[in-house]
Protein backbone atom coordinates (compact mmCIF):
# COMPACT_ATOMS: atom_id res chain seq x y z
CA UNK A 1 0.00 0.00 0.00
CA UNK A 2 1.47 3.63 -1.13
CA UNK A 3 2.13 5.41 2.25
CA UNK A 4 0.00 8.12 1.36
CA UNK A 5 -2.66 6.12 1.86
CA UNK A 6 -4.62 5.49 5.28
CA UNK A 7 -4.12 2.17 6.95
CA UNK A 8 -7.57 0.15 6.71
CA UNK A 9 -9.19 0.57 10.25
CA UNK A 10 -9.38 -2.18 11.75
CA UNK A 11 -8.44 -4.01 15.36
CA UNK A 12 -5.60 -5.69 13.98
CA UNK A 13 -4.12 -2.43 12.54
CA UNK A 14 -4.85 -0.83 16.12
CA UNK A 15 -2.67 -3.70 18.24
CA UNK A 16 -0.12 -3.94 15.90
CA UNK A 17 3.52 -3.60 17.54
CA UNK A 18 4.79 -0.37 15.14
CA UNK A 19 1.31 1.12 15.94
CA UNK A 20 1.66 0.70 19.72
CA UNK A 21 4.74 1.47 20.17
CA UNK A 22 3.92 4.93 18.83
CA UNK A 23 1.12 5.32 20.66
CA UNK A 24 3.14 4.68 24.07
CA UNK A 25 5.42 7.28 23.18
CA UNK A 26 2.75 9.87 22.60
CA UNK A 27 0.97 8.85 26.27
CA UNK A 28 4.62 9.01 27.74
CA UNK A 29 5.57 12.29 26.31
CA UNK A 30 2.26 13.64 27.66
CA UNK A 31 2.38 12.19 31.16
CA UNK A 32 -0.68 13.04 33.03
CA UNK A 33 -1.92 12.16 36.24
CA UNK A 34 -2.65 8.44 37.15
CA UNK A 35 -6.12 6.91 36.31
CA UNK A 36 -8.29 4.88 39.11
CA UNK A 37 -5.49 2.14 39.63
CA UNK A 38 -3.25 5.21 41.00
CA UNK A 39 -0.37 3.87 38.67
CA UNK A 40 2.22 6.17 37.42
CA UNK A 41 4.27 6.02 34.04
CA UNK A 42 6.56 3.69 35.14
CA UNK A 43 3.94 1.20 37.09
CA UNK A 44 2.24 1.03 34.19
CA UNK A 45 5.02 0.05 32.10
CA UNK A 46 5.60 -2.71 34.26
CA UNK A 47 1.96 -3.86 34.59
CA UNK A 48 1.74 -3.77 30.53
CA UNK A 49 5.48 -5.88 30.39
CA UNK A 50 3.90 -8.63 32.42
CA UNK A 51 -0.01 -8.61 31.21
CA UNK A 52 0.01 -7.63 27.31
CA UNK A 53 -0.41 -10.73 26.15
CA UNK A 54 -3.86 -11.33 28.06
CA UNK A 55 -5.35 -7.87 27.46
CA UNK A 56 -4.33 -8.35 23.76
CA UNK A 57 -5.92 -11.52 23.63
CA UNK A 58 -9.32 -9.94 25.04
CA UNK A 59 -8.98 -6.86 23.05
CA UNK A 60 -9.29 -9.41 19.92
CA UNK A 61 -11.93 -11.54 21.66
CA UNK A 62 -14.29 -8.41 22.58
CA UNK A 63 -13.60 -9.26 25.82
CA UNK A 64 -11.59 -6.28 27.16
CA UNK A 65 -13.05 -4.14 29.61
CA UNK A 66 -11.93 -0.24 30.03
CA UNK A 67 -11.58 1.15 33.47
CA UNK A 68 -13.27 3.60 34.87
CA UNK A 69 -12.39 7.04 34.36
CA UNK A 70 -11.11 8.95 37.30
CA UNK A 71 -13.10 12.21 37.57
CA UNK A 72 -11.22 15.52 38.16
CA UNK A 73 -12.84 18.84 38.43
CA UNK A 74 -10.88 21.73 36.99
CA UNK A 75 -11.58 25.64 36.73
CA UNK A 76 -12.89 26.96 33.81
CA UNK A 77 -11.24 30.43 32.40
CA UNK A 78 -14.48 32.09 32.44
CA UNK A 79 -15.71 30.40 35.82
CA UNK A 80 -17.05 27.19 37.08
CA UNK A 81 -15.33 23.98 37.15
CA UNK A 82 -14.86 21.55 34.16
CA UNK A 83 -14.28 17.69 34.64
CA UNK A 84 -12.15 15.88 33.42
CA UNK A 85 -12.40 12.15 33.12
CA UNK A 86 -8.84 10.45 33.07
CA UNK A 87 -8.38 6.96 32.24
CA UNK A 88 -5.61 4.43 33.27
CA UNK A 89 -2.36 4.63 31.55
CA UNK A 90 -3.19 1.48 30.06
CA UNK A 91 -6.28 2.86 28.15
CA UNK A 92 -4.76 5.97 27.56
CA UNK A 93 -2.80 3.31 25.81
CA UNK A 94 -4.97 2.15 23.78
CA UNK A 95 -6.97 5.06 23.10
CA UNK A 96 -4.25 6.52 21.45
CA UNK A 97 -3.95 3.33 19.40
CA UNK A 98 -7.14 3.88 18.14
CA UNK A 99 -6.51 7.49 17.38
CA UNK A 100 -3.27 7.05 15.32
CA UNK A 101 -5.93 4.27 13.38
CA UNK A 102 -8.65 6.43 12.72
CA UNK A 103 -7.24 9.89 12.50
CA UNK A 104 -5.82 9.29 8.68
CA UNK A 105 -8.93 7.80 8.13
CA UNK A 106 -11.61 10.82 8.91
CA UNK A 107 -8.75 14.07 8.27
CA UNK A 108 -9.22 14.23 4.59
CA UNK A 109 -12.59 15.38 5.00
CA UNK A 110 -12.39 17.11 7.61
CA UNK A 111 -13.49 20.57 6.76
CA UNK A 112 -11.01 23.33 6.16
CA UNK A 113 -12.58 25.38 8.29
CA UNK A 114 -11.97 22.92 11.61
CA UNK A 115 -8.80 23.60 13.76
CA UNK A 116 -9.04 22.44 17.06
CA UNK A 117 -7.01 19.11 17.42
CA UNK A 118 -5.71 18.46 14.18
CA UNK A 119 -2.21 17.88 12.64
CA UNK A 120 -0.98 20.74 11.43
CA UNK A 121 -3.41 23.26 12.53
CA UNK A 122 -3.55 25.00 15.58
CA UNK A 123 -5.34 27.89 17.98
CA UNK A 124 -3.24 30.98 16.00
CA UNK A 125 -4.44 29.73 12.45
CA UNK A 126 -7.99 29.77 13.92
CA UNK A 127 -7.46 33.67 14.44
CA UNK A 128 -5.69 34.42 11.07
CA UNK A 129 -8.81 32.72 9.42
CA UNK A 130 -11.04 35.03 11.52
CA UNK A 131 -8.86 37.77 10.98
CA UNK A 132 -9.08 37.59 6.89
CA UNK A 133 -12.67 37.31 7.18
CA UNK A 134 -12.82 40.44 9.31
CA UNK A 135 -10.43 42.76 6.66
CA UNK A 136 -12.72 40.83 3.92
CA UNK A 137 -16.16 43.36 5.52
CA UNK A 138 -17.50 40.70 7.52
CA UNK A 139 -17.24 42.29 10.74
CA UNK A 140 -20.77 40.74 12.28
CA UNK A 141 -19.96 37.74 14.06
CA UNK A 142 -21.94 34.73 15.64
CA UNK A 143 -20.73 32.99 18.26
CA UNK A 144 -22.45 29.71 19.01
CA UNK A 145 -21.45 28.04 22.76
CA UNK A 146 -22.59 24.43 22.54
CA UNK A 147 -23.66 24.19 26.62
CA UNK A 148 -21.78 21.27 27.97
CA UNK A 149 -20.95 19.86 24.54
CA UNK A 150 -18.12 16.72 25.91
CA UNK A 151 -21.10 15.69 28.85
CA UNK A 152 -23.81 15.94 25.86
CA UNK A 153 -22.51 14.09 22.92
CA UNK A 154 -25.54 11.66 21.62
CA UNK A 155 -23.95 8.24 21.53
CA UNK A 156 -26.34 6.85 19.03
CA UNK A 157 -25.47 9.60 16.45
CA UNK A 158 -21.57 8.89 17.01
CA UNK A 159 -21.88 5.41 16.37
CA UNK A 160 -23.70 6.33 13.29
CA UNK A 161 -20.96 8.56 11.96
CA UNK A 162 -18.11 5.82 12.62
CA UNK A 163 -20.35 2.96 10.96
CA UNK A 164 -19.45 5.37 7.99
CA UNK A 165 -15.86 4.59 7.79
CA UNK A 166 -14.83 1.99 9.94
CA UNK A 167 -15.96 -1.22 9.08
CA UNK A 168 -14.42 -3.49 11.94
CA UNK A 169 -17.27 -4.27 14.11
CA UNK A 170 -14.99 -5.34 16.86
CA UNK A 171 -13.12 -1.97 16.55
CA UNK A 172 -16.25 -0.08 16.90
CA UNK A 173 -17.73 -1.53 20.00
CA UNK A 174 -14.23 -0.71 21.84
CA UNK A 175 -15.00 3.01 21.01
CA UNK A 176 -18.56 1.94 22.31
CA UNK A 177 -16.80 0.27 25.74
CA UNK A 178 -14.75 3.54 26.09
CA UNK A 179 -17.61 5.89 25.18
CA UNK A 180 -19.91 3.74 28.04
CA UNK A 181 -16.69 3.82 30.69
CA UNK A 182 -17.95 4.74 33.82
CA UNK A 183 -16.87 8.07 36.14
CA UNK A 184 -15.61 7.60 39.11
CA UNK A 185 -16.25 10.50 41.75
CA UNK A 186 -13.51 11.39 44.08
CA UNK A 187 -15.53 10.31 46.92
CA UNK A 188 -15.07 6.68 45.15
CA UNK A 189 -18.94 5.84 43.40
CA UNK A 190 -19.04 5.40 39.70
CA UNK A 191 -21.81 6.71 37.84
CA UNK A 192 -22.59 5.07 34.15
CA UNK A 193 -22.35 7.32 31.10
CA UNK A 194 -24.85 6.74 28.62
CA UNK A 195 -24.25 10.17 26.82
CA UNK A 196 -21.38 12.51 26.47
CA UNK A 197 -17.07 11.96 25.61
CA UNK A 198 -15.38 12.45 29.03
CA UNK A 199 -11.88 15.29 28.22
CA UNK A 200 -8.70 13.47 29.23
CA UNK A 201 -8.56 10.45 26.97
CA UNK A 202 -6.19 10.78 23.72
CA UNK A 203 -9.29 10.18 21.60
CA UNK A 204 -11.87 12.41 22.83
CA UNK A 205 -11.05 15.45 20.77
CA UNK A 206 -10.94 13.25 17.42
CA UNK A 207 -14.47 11.65 18.27
CA UNK A 208 -15.59 15.36 19.20
CA UNK A 209 -14.59 16.47 15.82
CA UNK A 210 -16.00 13.44 14.12
CA UNK A 211 -19.79 14.85 15.57
CA UNK A 212 -19.37 18.19 14.59
CA UNK A 213 -17.91 17.85 11.52
CA UNK A 214 -21.90 17.33 9.81
CA UNK A 215 -22.24 21.09 11.54
CA UNK A 216 -18.99 22.31 9.12
CA UNK A 217 -20.53 20.25 6.09
CA UNK A 218 -23.79 22.17 6.55
CA UNK A 219 -22.19 25.34 7.48
CA UNK A 220 -19.92 24.67 4.10
CA UNK A 221 -23.29 24.31 2.03
CA UNK A 222 -24.46 27.28 2.86
CA UNK A 223 -21.55 29.10 1.67
CA UNK A 224 -21.09 30.92 5.44
CA UNK A 225 -17.61 32.10 6.45
CA UNK A 226 -16.88 30.62 9.86
CA UNK A 227 -13.58 29.17 11.54
CA UNK A 228 -14.71 26.13 14.23
CA UNK A 229 -12.14 25.33 17.08
CA UNK A 230 -13.26 21.82 19.13
CA UNK A 231 -16.85 23.69 20.17
CA UNK A 232 -15.56 26.91 20.09
CA UNK A 233 -17.36 28.06 16.50
CA UNK A 234 -17.18 32.25 15.48
CA UNK A 235 -19.20 32.69 12.21
CA UNK A 236 -18.77 35.77 10.29
CA UNK A 237 -21.34 37.84 8.38
CA UNK A 238 -21.22 41.19 6.98
CA UNK A 239 -24.47 42.76 8.45
CA UNK A 240 -26.41 42.30 11.74
CA UNK A 241 -29.73 41.45 9.58
CA UNK A 242 -27.30 38.61 7.87
CA UNK A 243 -26.25 37.50 11.34
CA UNK A 244 -29.14 37.71 13.20
CA UNK A 245 -30.85 35.31 10.22
CA UNK A 246 -27.95 32.76 10.53
CA UNK A 247 -27.82 32.70 14.11
CA UNK A 248 -31.57 31.13 14.17
CA UNK A 249 -31.11 28.74 11.43
CA UNK A 250 -27.65 27.50 13.00
CA UNK A 251 -29.05 27.11 16.36
CA UNK A 252 -32.11 25.33 15.24
CA UNK A 253 -29.98 22.96 12.76
CA UNK A 254 -27.79 22.04 15.99
CA UNK A 255 -30.90 21.45 17.86
CA UNK A 256 -32.68 19.19 15.20
CA UNK A 257 -29.24 16.73 13.45
CA UNK A 258 -27.32 16.95 16.56
CA UNK A 259 -29.28 16.79 19.90
CA UNK A 260 -27.38 19.84 21.38
CA UNK A 261 -28.62 22.64 23.17
CA UNK A 262 -27.19 26.13 22.27
CA UNK A 263 -26.01 28.01 25.61
CA UNK A 264 -27.97 31.48 24.64
CA UNK A 265 -26.21 33.46 27.83
CA UNK A 266 -23.16 32.92 25.73
CA UNK A 267 -24.18 32.89 22.48
CA UNK A 268 -25.41 35.60 19.75
CA UNK A 269 -24.45 38.17 17.55
CA UNK A 270 -22.77 41.42 17.78
CA UNK A 271 -19.58 43.52 16.38
CA UNK A 272 -16.30 41.59 15.73
CA UNK A 273 -14.67 43.84 18.39
CA UNK A 274 -17.11 42.95 20.63
CA UNK A 275 -16.63 39.38 20.88
CA UNK A 276 -13.55 37.13 21.62
CA UNK A 277 -12.11 33.85 20.12
CA UNK A 278 -9.52 32.02 21.55
CA UNK A 279 -9.09 34.18 24.08
CA UNK A 280 -8.13 36.90 21.18
CA UNK A 281 -10.29 39.67 20.08
CA UNK A 282 -10.54 41.41 16.58
CA UNK A 283 -11.19 44.57 15.75
CA UNK A 284 -12.80 45.90 13.03
CA UNK A 285 -10.10 47.52 10.75
CA UNK A 286 -8.51 43.52 11.16
CA UNK A 287 -6.14 43.94 13.94
CA UNK A 288 -5.79 41.23 16.29
CA UNK A 289 -5.61 42.25 19.74
CA UNK A 290 -5.59 40.33 23.39
CA UNK A 291 -9.75 40.07 24.93
CA UNK A 292 -10.19 42.21 28.04
CA UNK A 293 -11.63 38.59 29.63
CA UNK A 294 -8.00 37.26 28.88
CA UNK A 295 -6.54 40.65 30.55
CA UNK A 296 -8.90 39.93 33.47
CA UNK A 297 -7.21 36.55 34.06
CA UNK A 298 -4.04 37.31 33.83
CA UNK A 299 -3.99 40.07 36.28
CA UNK A 300 -6.07 37.25 38.86
CA UNK A 301 -3.03 35.16 38.07
CA UNK A 302 -0.24 37.36 38.50
CA UNK A 303 -2.19 38.35 41.93
CA UNK A 304 -2.40 34.42 42.78
CA UNK A 305 1.47 33.72 41.87
CA UNK A 306 2.96 36.34 43.70
CA UNK A 307 0.82 36.28 46.88
CA UNK A 308 3.33 36.13 49.73
CA UNK A 309 1.95 33.51 51.92
CA UNK A 310 3.26 30.50 49.29
CA UNK A 311 5.89 28.31 51.12
CA UNK A 312 8.22 28.57 48.17
CA UNK A 313 11.64 29.70 47.87
CA UNK A 314 12.54 33.04 45.87
CA UNK A 315 13.96 30.36 43.33
CA UNK A 316 10.47 28.27 43.05
CA UNK A 317 8.61 31.74 42.71
CA UNK A 318 10.64 32.92 39.64
CA UNK A 319 10.49 29.15 38.47
CA UNK A 320 6.89 29.09 38.55
CA UNK A 321 6.76 32.54 37.19
CA UNK A 322 8.84 32.10 34.10
CA UNK A 323 6.90 29.04 33.36
CA UNK A 324 3.63 30.89 33.31
CA UNK A 325 4.54 33.52 31.79
CA UNK A 326 6.17 32.92 28.99
CA UNK A 327 3.26 30.11 28.45
CA UNK A 328 1.17 32.84 28.05
CA UNK A 329 3.16 34.98 26.13
CA UNK A 330 4.20 32.26 23.38
CA UNK A 331 0.57 32.33 23.17
CA UNK A 332 -0.79 36.02 23.14
CA UNK A 333 2.10 37.48 21.20
CA UNK A 334 0.21 36.34 18.10
CA UNK A 335 -2.06 39.85 18.88
CA UNK A 336 -0.95 42.77 17.00
CA UNK A 337 -2.26 45.48 19.49
CA UNK A 338 -0.57 44.90 22.81
CA UNK A 339 -1.34 48.15 24.48
CA UNK A 340 -3.52 46.51 27.01
CA UNK A 341 -1.18 43.64 27.80
CA UNK A 342 2.07 46.36 27.61
CA UNK A 343 0.59 48.99 30.14
CA UNK A 344 0.60 45.90 32.53
CA UNK A 345 4.43 45.97 33.01
CA UNK A 346 4.65 48.47 35.85
CA UNK A 347 1.64 46.93 37.88
CA UNK A 348 3.34 43.49 37.59
CA UNK A 349 6.29 44.35 38.96
CA UNK A 350 4.51 46.17 41.88
CA UNK A 351 3.09 42.90 43.07
CA UNK A 352 7.00 41.17 42.61
CA UNK A 353 7.52 44.09 44.60
CA UNK A 354 5.04 43.98 47.00
CA UNK A 355 5.78 40.15 47.24
CA UNK A 356 9.02 40.32 48.45
CA UNK A 357 8.72 43.30 50.59
CA UNK A 358 6.08 40.60 52.47
CA UNK A 359 8.56 38.16 52.19
CA UNK A 360 11.07 40.05 54.14
CA UNK A 361 8.39 39.98 57.00
CA UNK A 362 10.08 42.43 59.85
CA UNK A 363 12.40 45.52 59.71
CA UNK A 364 15.60 43.65 60.53
CA UNK A 365 14.65 41.15 57.65
CA UNK A 366 14.22 43.94 55.34
CA UNK A 367 17.48 45.91 56.16
CA UNK A 368 19.72 43.08 55.46
CA UNK A 369 17.54 42.39 52.25
CA UNK A 370 17.76 46.21 51.28
CA UNK A 371 21.97 45.62 52.10
CA UNK A 372 22.52 43.17 50.08
CA UNK A 373 20.44 45.27 47.22
CA UNK A 374 22.78 48.24 47.50
CA UNK A 375 20.44 50.45 49.39
CA UNK A 376 22.72 53.08 51.58
CA UNK A 377 22.45 55.82 53.72
CA UNK A 378 18.98 57.52 55.48
CA UNK A 379 16.90 55.50 52.52
CA UNK A 380 17.25 52.40 55.11
CA UNK A 381 15.06 54.28 57.53
CA UNK A 382 12.09 53.22 55.47
CA UNK A 383 12.40 49.07 56.53
CA UNK A 384 11.00 50.73 59.95
CA UNK A 385 8.08 51.92 57.80
CA UNK A 386 4.49 51.67 58.86
CA UNK A 387 2.78 52.02 55.43
CA UNK A 388 1.36 48.86 53.65
CA UNK A 389 2.88 46.17 52.04
CA UNK A 390 0.98 47.79 48.57
CA UNK A 391 1.35 51.40 49.62
CA UNK A 392 5.49 50.41 50.14
CA UNK A 393 5.83 48.31 46.78
CA UNK A 394 5.40 51.90 45.25
CA UNK A 395 7.88 53.72 47.12
CA UNK A 396 11.32 54.72 46.08
CA UNK A 397 13.18 53.14 48.21
CA UNK A 398 11.62 49.63 46.68
CA UNK A 399 12.11 51.09 43.27
CA UNK A 400 15.81 51.45 44.28
CA UNK A 401 16.35 47.73 46.16
CA UNK A 402 14.23 46.50 43.00
CA UNK A 403 15.38 48.24 40.49
CA UNK A 404 13.80 46.90 36.61
CA UNK A 405 17.56 45.79 35.61
CA UNK A 406 17.88 43.89 39.14
CA UNK A 407 14.70 42.05 38.33
CA UNK A 408 15.12 41.06 35.20
CA UNK A 409 18.70 39.89 36.26
CA UNK A 410 17.51 37.75 38.68
CA UNK A 411 15.31 36.24 35.88
CA UNK A 412 11.60 37.92 37.09
CA UNK A 413 10.60 38.61 33.39
CA UNK A 414 8.16 40.04 31.49
CA UNK A 415 9.04 39.01 28.04
CA UNK A 416 7.16 41.62 26.01
CA UNK A 417 9.40 43.72 27.80
CA UNK A 418 12.73 41.88 26.60
CA UNK A 419 15.04 44.21 27.86
CA UNK A 420 15.43 45.46 31.02
CA UNK A 421 14.71 49.17 31.11
CA UNK A 422 17.16 51.48 32.08
CA UNK A 423 15.02 53.73 34.25
CA UNK A 424 14.44 52.46 38.15
CA UNK A 425 10.55 53.37 38.45
CA UNK A 426 8.28 51.00 37.01
Not at 42 to 58: D, F, I, P, T
Not at 357 to 366: A, C, E, L, N, V
Not at 388 to 405: D, E, F, I, Y
Request: hydrophobic share 40%; glycine share 12%.
Amino acid sequence: MPEDQPREATLEAVLAAENLRAAWLAVKANDGAPGVDGMDMEQSALHLRGHWEGMRAKLLAGDYVPGAVRAVDIPKPGGGKRRLGIPNIADRLIQQAIHQVLSPVWEPGFSDHSYGFRPGRSAHDAVRAAQAFVKEGKTWVIDIDLKDFFNRVDHDILMHRLRGKVGDKRLRALVGAYLRAPVQQPGGGKDKRWKGVPQGGPLSPLLANIYLDPLDKELEKRGVSFVRYADDIAIHASSQRSAERIYGSVVAWIGKHLKLEVNRTKSGTGPCGQSSLLGFRLFEDGKVGIAPKTIGKLKAKVRELWEARQSRTSKQLRGQWQRYIRGWWNYFQLAGWRREVEDLGGWIRRHMRKCFWQRWKTPRGRLNAMKRLGVKGRALGQCYSGRGAWAMSLHPVMQQALKNRTLYRYGFIIPWQVAAPSAAGG
